[in-house]
């Protein structure tokens, strides 16, 4: 089976003074189950390579004219793509407790539901558990969850419609 590529030119903003790593996330996010990205930039973007390996994806890299480079980020079978998680998470969450607040925020538009999720897990005590039901993978929200000491897990449906989210309050329950 072919891999389907989504085509992300980068090479504008950065010619611009640009950052366009918001831009790959955005792209990144909008990615289909089993959908790549085809990432077009000025020069050989390694420091993305390891960013793109956590969240499941291989890469080939290949300069194209000019000195520009060209990179496909595929999706590997079973790996992050499919199921992402903060460090640590993905063999821990089997044990978590059950969630104690389901959240379906799919019919919010960025960043209400990450505002929302962030909310809540305020009011929450160590070792509780939120569900949350977006319609897009919070990119933005993960390392936030993480800097905040919190765990998270999560994937696409079966549909790849709906992105869940379970997040593990950090600390340990008293």
Not at 23 to 41: D, T
Not at 154 to 162: K, L, V
Request: net charge negative; hydrophobic share 45%; no cysteine.
């Amino acid at each position: 089976m072919t891999t389907p590529y989504r085509e992300l030119d980068v090479r504008p903003i950065l010619r611009n003074g640009g950052e366009p790593f918001h831009a790959i996330m955005e792209a990144v996010q909008s990615l289909k189950p089993g959908e790549g990205l085809r990432l077009v930039a000025t020069f050989k973007p390694e420091p993305l390579f390891r960013v793109m390996g956590k969240r499941g994806y291989a890469h080939e890299a290949s300069e194209i004219e000019g000195g520009d480079w060209q990179v496909l980020f595929t999706p590997e079978a079973g790996g992050a793509a499919d199921f992402a998680a903060s460090s640590g998470a993905a063999e821990a969450a089997a044990v978590w407790a059950e969630p104690i607040f389901h959240l379906d925020l799919t019919d919010l538009d960025p960043p209400e539901p990450m505002a929302k999720i962030l909310s809540r897990i305020e009011l929450m005590e160590p070792g509780e558990v939120l569900f949350a039901l977006l319609s897009r993978e919070p990119v933005f929200l993960m390392p936030e969850l993480e800097k905040r000491g919190h765990q998270w897990v999560g994937n696409y449906d079966e549909t790849g419609e709906a992105y869940r989210m379970l997040v593990r309050i950090g600390g340990v329950a008293e």
